[in-house]
């Protein structure tokens, strides 16, 4: 044997058992009943095409906190909390307080706290009374009712006096007037792809894949001390326009060496920080403000294979792609009458028989 033809020997042998375990992962699937099991194994796979794609995506990580304005029962002592005017630098927004953002990109709540605007009211719940009347008799103490073997029975409501302590102010009869703040993450991402085959986008944009270009880039201590300040839609432009800039350049720098093509990734940042809409201008400050976080980019390698393949003397093609080797048909697959049609006739029959001596 020659070293051209071990090689392509071996080469024929890789590239055969990658995609016939996928195939027979895939085939093997009760729920695709007309589908021949270890297909994988039983077919004949005659050519195999790497169509290697890049999927690139960015985002920026906003965290968000409104703000809602409710009254609490106030006891008279004083407020141990957050109180608006007590922070030392500022108190015209929410991120004074209690701010520390989550690692990662995940969506989720943050904190949710009070802080007190000093406002002292009579409870409206109870006109200051403290208690308002019983729901459980509706004020009427001592009733009468039928019970299940139709006799007339008393009935007495262990309130005693037909009321019952005032829900809104827990009895106290008055209230604090309080700003409820609640924190939330998201992740806002678009992405892109560098792929010019056959396999679905939405496949495509859903696989995982090896990550071969990372930028972030962190705002948070820049975005809090600005925040103090008043952070405004200018300075979301100027912090924005700094981070392209940035990124473009680690893009020339680092990416040309890889395979994706260049131009793609900075059409994709270009359109993204065109597109991007500025959130921060439409904060309402104590109401609703968002601060951008930190911002992901990301171009990642996804394997895509096509494969053609012939089974019982006819042609078939198929894509396996992601991480995770998933396979999906171009056109129609195999189709026969397998063990699992045979399984689900089977059980079909019996009921009928069942059905057929439950009648007689
Ligand atoms: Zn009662
Ligand atoms: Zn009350």
Partial sequence: MTTAE????VQTQGIAQYPINAMNRWSSSFFKLSLPSNLGTRAAIKETADEGAKVLSIGVYIALRVAEVEGVPYDGSTYEGHTIGDESKSTSTLWAYETAFPEGFDTRDGEEFLISLGHIYKC????????????TCGGRIRWHEKNWKDEIVEKICSC????????????????????RVKTHYVFNEKKEKEYSGRLPERLLMGSTGNVIFRHTTEFQKRVIAEAIDGFNADEFTGLMADVHGELRSEVAESVARQMVNPQILTGLIDRYFRELPNPVAANQRLRAEMLPVRLKCEVTDVPVKSVKYQYKGRDYSL??????????????????????????????????????MAVH
């Fill in 319 to 356: 894509y396996i792609y992601s991480n995770d080797r998933q396979v999906w048909p171009e056109g129609k697959a195999p189709a026969e009458f397998t063990w699992k049609l045979g399984v689900v006739f089977g059980l079909f029959a019996f009921v009928c028989l069942l059905l057929i």
């Fill in 124 to 135: 409206p719940g109870c006109s200051g009374q403290g208690r308002v009347r019983c729901s």
């Fill in 6 to 9: 071990s090689q392509l020997q």
């Fill in 160 to 179: 005693g006096d037909g009321k019952m302590m005032c829900p809104s102010c827990t009895g106290y009869g008055e209230q604090l007037k309080v700003l």
